[in-house]
């Protein structure tokens, strides 16, 4: 809970007692309450000892989200699914939907995080656009990752629970999107019952929070902003809840001291009232700035650094509390500036957006104690941005979709690709069955299993001509096409009568010579041109 930087004021007048009529003094009260403790100890406690500057970010986030986490949100998307295609059986992404794994659940979040922070574009569609439309933000590792189709269909059915399930409090308005790792942020959901009365729905707020992350009796101080802080809130979070508090106050607050109105203050002077150890500070800067404390002593007087317009910097006086909160305020600012999210898209499904906003909470908490340990270490850390980058391929991992994509083609056999296709006699003179007569041998038998050989009319024929490039025999005879076809079919198996011919994609010439060979003397020169069937203008094939 942040609030704005303020410069230095001066306190004005000697410690004197003046008495009001609303209770307010200028005499300070130190608490009997001891709310000192050593800043070298302030960050993050029992991290588990194989957590070292060497650690992989994957290994900081894993201390917010563990294997159930995973488990239980690739159980709940995959059970989501499941119900949609009962529901609704020609649901495009529920018919064919395959559940997906811990793996693939990885990899998703992981593009989904570097959709939303790294990589900005209008649509979840043009990460998978094609070069020609999008040439200049082209981004092709998407695809190599996941499917279009794939990606969309999860986003679909990303699920943390399931709302079917009885033992769910759905009286919490965001049981939809609420994990176990955020136990200090409060989703303002509408009005709910003061447990305190006298603190109002603000001050409980700030109570509900602190009661349930303070769970060892140490020393605690808050530094937060106007819209939270009370006199009533201070006083109750000292005397009840042993915290310290600090920050600016408005002075439009219940039992702020009247004679703290000041209308006019020269910049750099400030005034102060006290109820018991109870501060209210009014500071002139640009305009007047307001504080409050339940445990600084407002004579006290502390040094800071001021960036002059030169722009140098320059030590200036100021009170302890107005250096305090300068020195630690914004925690929440900062978390809430580095964790935004694009807002260009807009999503209608508002548990998707707290599931992420959660979910950058967690990666910027993991970054914390990374920057922890690589400054004990001696050692400079990466910036946020560059955290994140590295944190998503991590959760990508080497996981690739196995679907290929629409209109994607597998690699040309080389026997279709042109080039030197000779027939030639090898030096083995054993005869070897033509390659053609085999597989249609074979995809007969398939056809009709138990056929004895007699009555397969594809018989097994020997030759002792191969090609030079494939290595494969074929038979090289009067009026066989068996060279021909398996040098330019995909199927080449098929027959020529009563079923569509299956030609390589693309158009070619096949050029085929052969010399003058010492092992059988013949010349022969064969010429033959084979186009895409079914396109106009070409000759028959």
């Known amino acids: 809970m942040g609030g704005g930087r303020v410069r230095q004021p001066a306190d004005r007048g000697d410690n004197v007692v ?28 029992n991290i588990p000892g194989a957590i070292n500057d060497e650690s992989a970010c994957l290994d900081f986030l894993s201390l917010f989200m563990e294997d159930d986490f995973w488990q239980n949100l690739t159980a709940m998307t995959n059970l989501r699914a499941q119900k949609v295609r009962e529901a609704k059986p020609n649901s495009y992404h529920a018919k064919n939907y395959k559940d997906a794994s811990v793996e693939e659940m990885k990899a998703f979040i992981g593009l989904w995080i570097y959709m939303e922070y790294i990589c900005i574009k209008p649509s979840y569609r043009d990460y998978w656009a094609n070069e020609d439309t999008d040439f200049i933000d082209f981004t092709p590792g998407f695809r190599t990752v996941m499917t279009r189709n794939r990606f969309l269909t999860l986003w679909t059915f990303l699920h943390v629970v399931d709302e079917a399930d009885t033992d769910i409090e759905k009286t919490d308005r965001i049981y939809k999107s609420r994990t176990s790792y955020v136990v200090n ?10 447990a305190i009365q006298d603190l109002g729905a603000v001050g409980n707020t700030v109570v509900r929070l602190l009661t349930s992350c303070k769970k060892e009796r140490k020393a605690h101080i808050v530094v937060m902003d106007g819209y939270y802080n009370s006199v009533t809130l201070a006083r109750y979070m000292l005397n009840e809840l042993h915290t310290g508090l600090v920050g600016t106050l408005q002075q439009n607050r219940k039992f702020f001291p009247k004679s703290l109105k000041v209308n006019k203050m020269q910049r750099g002077e400030s005034q102060y009232r006290c109820q018991d150890s109870i501060i209210c500070m009014v500071g002139q800067d640009h305009k007047p700035i307001t504080f409050i404390s339940n445990y600084h002593d407002p004579t006290k007087i502390g040094v800071a650094s001021q960036r002059n317009k030169d722009p140098t910097l320059a030590e200036v006086t100021m009170p302890q509390l107005v250096e305090d909160y300068n020195r630690h305020m914004g925690g929440s600012d900062k978390n809430d500036q580095m964790t935004r999210l694009n807002r260009s898209r807009r999503h209608n499904r508002w548990p998707r957006c707290l599931f992420i906003k959660f979910f950058m909470w967690a990666c910027y908490n993991s970054f ?3 920057v922890t340990k690589q400054e004990a270490a001696e050692k400079k850390p990466m910036f946020f941005t560059r955290y994140i980058q590295k944190l998503c391929l991590e959760l990508i991992g080497d996981y690739r979709s196995k679907a290929i994509r629409r209109g994607q083609l597998e690699p040309c056999p080389q026997r279709l690709i042109p080039g030197n296709h000779w027939p030639e006699i090898p030096e083995e003179k054993s005869n070897h069955v033509c390659a053609v007569c085999m597989e249609k041998h074979n995809q007969f038998n398939r056809q009709n299993p138990g056929v004895a050989y007699k009555d397969n009319p594809n018989k097994k024929v020997k030759t002792n001509v191969w090609c030079s490039l494939c290595t494969k025999y074929l038979c090289v005879k009067y009026g066989s ?16 009568k009563g079923e569509p011919l299956i030609y390589n994609i693309c158009k070619f010439q096949l050029i085929l010579t052969t010399g003058l060979h010492a092992t059988n003397s013949f ?7 084979y186009f895409s069937p079914g396109r106009p203008g070409r000759g028959k094939n």
């Open 18 to 45: 003046v008495n009001n009529d609303d209770g307010w003094t200028r005499t300070f009260v130190p608490s009997h309450i001891d709310l000192s403790f050593n800043e070298d100890e302030v960050g993050p406690v």
């Open 185 to 194: 942020a409060e989703i303002y959901t509408g009005a709910t019952d003061a």
């Open 481 to 496: 096409t068996f060279w021909v076809d398996y040098h330019t079919k995909v199927q080449y198996w098929r027959s020529l």
């Open 523 to 529: 010349l022969t020169h064969i010429r033959f041109s």
């Open 368 to 370: 914390v104690i990374y």
